[in-house]
T-cell receptor, first 112, second 119 residues
Framework: DAKTTQPNSMESNEEEPVHLPCNHSTISGTDYIHWYRQLPSQGPEYVIHGLTSNVNNRMASLAIAEDRKSSTLILHRATLRDAAVYYC?????????????FGKGTKLSVKP | EPEVTQTPSHQVTQMGQEVILRCVPI?????FYWYRQILGQKVEFLVSFYNNEISEKSEIFDDQFSVERPDGSNFTLKIRSTKLEDSAMYFC??????WGSGGGTDTQYFGPGTRLTVL
């Protein structure tokens, strides 16, 4: 799977939007961009995924650059419960592997 | 909402002992996974399982590890002779379909984990 680069940590204030960036300059045409998060002392949790178009769900939005070399996870109004490590993961639809390959992610802190 | 459950939440064992970690995947899911996370480190894939056999495994999943689906609901990870370096959080995950199936059915849902401490 292609590599992703994320900032080690970010801070946000409660009820403000948060933009979590991810760079994936070697992304291939069949790589989907997935985001998972891990709340403290919990297992990873699926957030959102996309291929080319921007995606929205009840948890977040995913903005994908036109050249697909970067993407941004958007939390529209951060809450204290959103404090977690956020992982940007590329998954190759053309590949045979089903496992997720986690990097170090971005640790998001949310201040009240 | 259906969820993956794991027992026990915390297991303490002596080095060299066998441990079995248990998971109950989401009921209509067919694909099962084990991951581990050593304290302060990345989440690492161990093994995936489908149709009563291992689909993929990582280098970590050596002969000391085995997985089994003993009945229609449980999925277990056995470590035959634990080592100090096996101390970690072990996460079970399940998905309805294999990655690549699309439609969101290939999303992996994780359990809360079992903390294994080897003394």
């Amino acid at each position: 799977d292609a590599k992703t680069t994320q900032p080690n940590s970010m801070e946000s204030n409660e009820e403000e939007p948060v933009h979590l960036p991810c760079n994936h300059s070697t992304i291939s045409g069949t790589d989907y961009i997935h985001w998972y998060r891990q709340l403290p002392s919990q297992g990873p949790e699926y957030v959102i995924h996309g291929l080319t178009s921007n995606v929205n769900n009840r948890m977040a939005s995913l903005a994908i650059a036109e050249d697909r070399k970067s993407s941004t996870l958007i939390l529209h109004r951060a809450t204290l419960r959103d404090a977690a490590v956020y992982y940007c993961i590329l998954r190759d639809y053309g590949g045979s592997q089903g496992n997720l390959i986690f990097g170090k992610g971005t640790k998001l802190s949310v201040k009240p | 909402e259906p969820e993956v459950t794991q027992t026990p939440s915390h297991q303490v064992t002596q080095m060299g002992q066998e441990v079995i970690l248990r998971c109950v995947p989401i009921s209509n899911h067919l694909y099962f996974y084990w991951y581990r996370q050593i304290l302060g480190q990345k989440v690492e894939f161990l093994v995936s399982f489908y149709n009563n056999e291992i689909s993929e495994k990582s280098e970590i999943f050596d002969d000391q590890f085995s997985v089994e689906r003993p009945d229609g609901s449980n999925f277990t990870l056995k470590i035959r002779s634990t080592k100090l370096e096996d101390s970690a959080m072990y996460f079970c995950a399940s998905s309805e379909a294999l990655w690549g199936s699309g439609g969101g059915t290939d999303t992996q849902y994780f359990g809360p984990g079992t903390r294994l401490t080897v003394l």
